[in-house]
């Protein structure tokens, strides 16, 4: 499907390796995001999470990063064609490039879908686009987190979601670099299964951790259906609800 389409904005995805899913809209929809007057979207993609950001908050900036040129320019027809062209920019450079000319502490907020395969695991992507955007070849936990460190506000956030195994990895590899785990959801795909995936928010300044559970589908009567906190996080987005 090469158009998305969401209650207020669609996207265009048919030049980007990695599609519109369930984890980028979850995300998307579940970053605190509300008192945020910058944000940053590390590895935007098709743009999702920075327009879903640019819908939920009326009053910020939003600035995102892609470094395959097909989607930053996928991305930037998107945020264009969107009703928030005017708070929303993207630029064609890593988060590594970026810090390097930029500000210290100037994002309220910062989100990302980041890559978490590694290649030295043996999973084999044959496509190179797909590769970049899954695997952490060309950007690590460590460089992300380092990165990010540099470019967020004492008293702003760093939210993303990752696959359990590697969402536990990151989370102790936040703590060895001062973060503080404010948020951590484990996200269940259907009732009665293990979760298999983390909604993760880290801060710097101390906070107790708010630790919940989010099933995206449940069973009735035989039949799936999803979830009312799947169906409330996402109302205002997907046109199914």
Not at 19 to 44: E, F, H, M, P
Not at 109 to 134: C, D, H, L, M
Not at 178 to 198: L, Q, W
């Amino acid at each position: 499907m090469s158009t998305f389409r969401f209650k207020q904005f669609e996207i265009q995805q048919d030049k980007c390796a990695m599609k519109i899913g369930t984890d980028g809209v979850l995300l998307g929809a579940w970053a605190n995001i509300a008192q945020a007057s910058s944000i940053l979207d590390i590895g935007t993609g098709t743009g999702v999470l920075a327009l879903m950001s640019a819908q939920r908050n009326s009053n910020a900036f939003v600035h995102a990063l892609e470094i395959d040129q097909n989607a930053f320019s996928q991305a930037s027809d998107n945020l264009k064609n969107s009703p928030w062209q005017n708070r929303l920019t993207v630029a064609h450079q890593s988060i590594q490039q970026y810090i390097e000319h930029s500000p210290i502490g100037i994002f309220d907020s910062i989100i990302s879908n980041p890559p978490y395969f590694k290649i030295e695991t043996g999973t084999v992507i044959q496509n190179t686009a797909r590769r970049q955007a899954r695997s952490t070849d060309a950007l690590t936990f460590t460089t992300l987190l380092d990165c990010v460190g540099k470019i967020l506000h004492p008293l702003g956030n760093f939210s993303v979601i990752l696959p359990t195994q590697e969402g536990t990895e990151f989370m102790q590899l936040a703590i060895e670099k001062k973060f503080i785990i404010k948020r951590c959801i484990k996200v269940i795909p259907r009732e009665g299964k293990a979760s298999n995936r983390f909604l993760i928010e880290l801060v710097f300044y101390d906070t107790p951790i708010q630790e919940d559970t989010l099933i995206i589908r449940t069973i009735e009567k035989g039949n799936h259906h999803y979830t009312a906190e799947f169906k409330q996080l996402h109302k205002d987005f997907l046109l199914a609800f």
